[in-house]
């Protein structure tokens, strides 16, 4: 069965700093691969997602993911985190023969100190 | 720019009671996803529609939920009667059919409280 695994419920970074957010799944067949942003009280937001292609992706507000299948990975970054960052943050895995349906991380909140 | 509409925003209901939610997706997206969100949680499936279709409902609670979508175009998300453990944010999303490279677009979530 796939899965995700986000690493760390909780990632707090100061204002400036580089923001990393971990992503891991599990697939037999090549995945699509997805970042969303959650503020709170509201939906989904898409932040970037990996088809096929290269496999470094760049998304909305200035984050970037990378595809590395040896590692099964696809972590997000950010250079330099900005207070309008802070929220919640879930990887997601797509395949063509599971309905098109997605599997979902448990997602990493991110906090940012001033 | 097209967005996927839900109502309402919030729902503050007792236990016991009816409530529905209802959801418009972007014009042209034949899938249609609800899901439930537990509070510092991932999105839980609930149902899946493709046009008027259910895909799939295997998470569905069916004893006190239900979901349709008659037209193919907007749907409603029914809960009777509601459990304290339903309060949770639903979440309505929407893409364009067929394929799973297609991202989903998610509406504003309805939160919903039991009380």
């Known amino acids: 069965a796939q899965s995700v695994t986000q690493l760390g419920s909780h990632v707090s970074v100061s204002e400036g700093a580089l923001v990393l957010l971990r992503c891991n799944y599990s697939s037999s067949v090549p995945p699509y691969l997805f970042w969303y942003v959650q503020y709170p009280n509201q939906g989904l937001q898409l932040l970037l997602k990996?088809?096929?292609?290269a496999t470094l992706v760049k998304g909305i507000n200035g984050f970037e993911a990378e595809f590395k299948k040896s590692e099964t990975s696809f972590h997000l970054t950010k250079p330099s985190a900005h207070m309008s960052d802070a929220a919640e943050y879930f990887c997601a895995v797509g395949r063509e023969d599971s309905n098109y349906q997605l599997i979902w991380g448990a997602g990493t909140k991110l906090i940012i100190k001033p | 720019e097209a967005e996927v509409a839900q109502s309402p925003r919030y729902k503050i209901t007792e236990k016991s009671q009816a409530v529905a939610f209802w959801c418009d997706p972007i014009?042209?997206?034949?899938?249609l996803y609800w899901y439930r969100q537990i509070l510092g949680q991932g999105p839980e499936l609930l149902v899946q529609?493709?046009?008027?279709?259910?895909?799939?409902d295997s998470q569905l609670p069916k004893d006190r939920f239900s979901a349709e979508r008659l037209k193919g175009v907007d749907s409603t998300l029914k809960i009777q009667p509601a459990e304290l453990g339903d309060s949770a944010m639903y979440l309505c999303?929407?893409?364009?059919?067929?394929?799973?490279?297609?991202?989903?677009?998610f509406g504003p979530g309805t939160r919903l409280t039991v009380t």
């Open positions: 990996y088809t096929t292609g």
């Open positions: 529609f493709q046009d008027e279709s259910v895909v799939d």
């Open positions: 999303a929407s893409s364009l059919p067929g394929l799973a490279r297609d991202e989903q677009y």
């Open positions: 014009s042209g997206h034949a899938t």
